[in-house]
C-alpha cells in the first residue's frame, strides 16, 4: 500500500504594505519565513514543503532553509488575488516536479509564526481520525458581536451573558488549512465535510500591523522559567515569598512554575494562594523528568547550601541556573548568585550581593510611608510565616505585662500561615491592648501605620527599612544572624539571638525607644536612605542574563 503523500504549501509573497519586506524581516533573530518552513520540516508525516512566491530573495531563504521554491507569476502575486489560485498552482507545479499526486495539502501561513510542530501534529491527527474533507485552524473568541443593518445598530446574540457562558465563536486563523487533494481547485480548497481545529490565542497571532509583529517578537523571546523552592516551619517562609515576588514580576513575559518538596507544607499553602502553576515533589530524582516535559530555559534555586554537583546536574541540561541565597559550593559554579541578605564583598563576578538585590514584595512597591510621628501609638510583632523559635509567644508573654502599663499604644501580632497562634496561646486580649492578625493579605497596611517594630532578622526588615519604621530586631537562628543590614547603622535595634535575649531587655529597650523620640527619628531617617524598590528589577535582570555586571557592593 502506498504511502500517505502530504504536500505543505507556504504562500510568501514579495509585496506587503502594513509591514514592508514581512516576510524577510527579522523576527526574534530570524526571517519570518523560517518559522513556517521550520514548522513543517518538523512535522515527521509532511512529505514536502514548498514555498510559493514572487520573490529572489524569499526563494534564497526558502532554499536556505530547506524547503522546496515555486516561483509564481505577477498573475499570482497582487494585492486581489486569493490564497486559492496559489496554492492551486503550487499544487500543481510539485506534482509535475516529483512526478506524483498527493493526497492532502496543507497551507501553512507565514504570518502565524507561532504555530508549533506539535500543534500541526496533533491538528493532522484531527483531520484523518475524522475523516474530514478540511480541517481549518481556529481560535475560539466568544463576543457580543453587533451590526449595522438597514441603518439600525443590532445585536448578534439573543441573551447577553458573561463571555464565558457564551456560544463558542470560532474566528479563522492562517496557522493551517488541511483539505484532501480531490477537493483543491483554482477556485477553492474546502470540501463538503468541514471542521475546525482550535488553537490557543498565542499560536493564532497572525502579523497584519507593527502591534501584531510586536506581540510575536515578545511571545517568541517569552523563557520558561523555574522556581525551586521550599518553605515550612523550620525553614521559614522567606524563601517562599522572595521567589513569588519574582515569578509575579516575571509572569507576564514569560512562563513560569513553581517546585516544592512535599514537606514544604506552609509554603504550599501560600503557592497555592498565589494561583500561580506548581508542582509537588516527593523527591529530587523527580527533577529530571520535570526538566524533560517542561524544558525549562532558566533554573532558579532558591534553596540553602546547594552542592556543586547538584548544580553542575542542572547545567548539563538547562541554559541557565540562578540560585538565591545560597552559600553552598553550588553557588560557585551557577550562573549567577543572587545573595540579597549577604554582604559577599571578594567573591566572584557572577555573584550579587548586599541590599541592592532585594526583591519587595508587590505591595512594598507601591505603598509609601508615613511621615515620622514623635509620639508611639502603634507597635507591630511579626516573627515571618513559621516563626520557628516560637518568638512571637515570647513577646506576647512580655507583653501581657507591659502593655496595660501603655494604654495609649496598639500591639499587632502579624502571624503568617504556618504559625499556629492558638495553639501558643498567642490570641487577642482586647483588654491589655493587644491584637491577633494571621495571615493578612496586605502586610504594608499594618506596617504603615505602626511607630515601631519587633522583628525577625530576615526579609521583613528591607521591608520595614523601606517603610521607614524604626525596629527591634531579634534572631530565630545562628544563619539570620549573618545578616548583616540589620543593625544600628542602618536604623536597627538588634539585641542578638531571640531565645537568649531576657524579657527584661525587650522591655528596656522598648521604653527607651518609645520615650525618645530623637533616636527614633534617626533610625527613621536611615532606613528610608535605600533604594530598596529598585531590586526587583535589578535580580530580573540577572536570572534572564541581561547585560553585565552594572550594581553591587
Known sequence: MRAVRIL?????????????????RLLAGKPLIYYSIHTALACNVITDVAVT????????????????????????????????????????AMEARTGTAYDFVVTLQPTTPLLRTETLAQGLDYFFAGAWDTVLSVVNKPRLLWEKRDGEIIP???????RQNLRPQYLETGAFLITGRAFMTADSRIGKRVSVFETDEDESVELRTPNDWLLAEHRLRRK?????????????????YNCLTMAYSLMMEHDVLLILHERSVEGLRKVQESLLPYVVIHDDAEIDRIIADYRPDIWVNDCLNTDEEYILHLKERIPRVVTIEDLGTGSEVADAAVNALYIEAGRADHVYSGYEYVCLREEFQIEQPRAFSAEVRSVIIMFGGTDPANLNRKIYRSLLKYAPRHPEIRFSFITGVGYDYEAHGVVTREDCNIFVH?????????????????????????????????????????????HRFAQMANGFINLGMGEEVEQSMIENTLDWLIHTPSVRRNMHELLLQYPLREGVERVRDIILGRGGRTYGV
Open 224 to 240: 520558561r522559567i523555574v522556581f525551586r523552592v521550599d518553605g515550612y516551619t523550620k525553614l521559614g517562609l522567606g524563601h517562599i
Open 53 to 92: 512566491t514572487d520573490s529572489v530573495e524569499i526563494a534564497d531563504l526558502a532554499e536556505h532553509y530547506g524547503a522546496a521554491v515555486v516561483l509564481r507569476s505577477s498573475a499570482l502575486a497582487g494585492d486581489d488575488v486569493t490564497i486559492d489560485p496559489v496554492v492551486h498552482h503550487a499544487t500543481c
Open 156 to 162: 448578534l446574540y439573543g441573551e447577553r451573558r458573561n
Open 438 to 482: 494571621p495571615n493578612v493579605p496586605r502586610v504594608s497596611k499594618y506596617m504603615k501605620e505602626a511607630d515601631l517594630a519587633i522583628t525577625s532578622q530576615g526579609r521583613a526588615i528591607f521591608e520595614l527599612a523601606a517603610m521607614g519604621v524604626p525596629a527591634i530586631v531579634l534572631s530565630q537562628n545562628r544563619r539570620e544572624q549573618t
Open 8 to 24: 505543505a504549501v507556504i504562500p510568501a509573497r514579495g509585496g506587503s504594505k502594513g509591514i514592508p519586506r514581512k516576510n524577510v
